[in-house]
């Protein structure tokens, strides 16, 4: 199992530009979730997904979009990229009994 | 607003010594309050969790103490490591509302 996938693992954008942030699981989970990490912040939800066809908002939604076509894939969207966006990127799933959750290893992102 | 509270920021314990992280939240509705680990330049890993009807759980040498009526909650090392050195979030979580919530953080250095 390659559990949580993510890519690429470092990006660099101009302010304006879009990009999507790839993440994959092979564990079946039904939960998905993207989260941002900046210092002294912690982890902050962005989105999450229960399922295929269904997500909702997290803490910090705003200028990210979300689509879960798969069980397995939940790529994030950056619609037009601002120097506020630069954080580093983390996708988990877990499953909804549990709840426990597995990190991929991460997006750092730079918007110039 | 911070739904989840943790203290300290940084941390620097002798090996062999006891880390204590501490977390406070608000909400009486979280049903799951789980401790992460994160090295640098990696994705948190779960360490260990407990629910809100558990006062105490241990395994190995990680022990979450949980008190209900303080809505607060902790993460003790025993027995202290260098290995040990990371960053540790604690988080909560409502199952009806599938969103966690995560500390701010604790940076941990064992010193040998």
């Known amino acids: 199992n390659a559990g949580v996938t993510q890519t690429p693992k470092f990006q660099v954008l101009k302010t304006g530009q879009s990009m999507t942030l790839q993440c994959a699981q092979d564990m079946n989970h039904e939960y998905m979730s993207w989260y941002r990490q900046d210092p002294g912040m912690g982890l902050r939800l962005i989105h999450y997904s229960v399922g295929a066809g269904i997500t909702d908002q997290g803490e910090v939604p705003n200028g990210y979009n979300v689509s879960r076509s798969t069980t397995e894939d939940f790529p994030l969207r950056l619609l037009s990229a601002a120097p506020s966006q630069t954080s580093v990127y983390f996708c988990a799933s877990s499953n909804l009994i549990s709840y426990e959750q597995y990190f991929g290893p991460g997006t750092r992102l730079t918007v110039t | ?112």
């Open chain 2, 1 to 112: 607003q911070q739904q989840v509270k943790q203290s300290p920021q940084s941390l620097i314990v002798q090996k062999g010594g006891i880390s204590i992280i501490n977390c406070a939240y608000e909400n009486t509705a979280f049903d799951y309050f789980p401790w992460y680990q994160q090295f640098p330049g990696k994705g948190p890993a779960l360490l260990i969790a407990i629910r809100p009807d558990v006062s105490e759980k241990k395994e190995g040498r990680f022990t979450i103490s949980f008190n209900k009526s303080a809505k607060q909650f902790s993460l003790h090392i025993m027995d202290s490591q260098p290995g040990d050195s990371a960053t540790y979030f604690c988080a909560a979580i409502t199952f009806t509302g599938n969103q966690f919530y995560f500390g701010t953080g604790t940076s941990l250095t064992v010193i040998p």
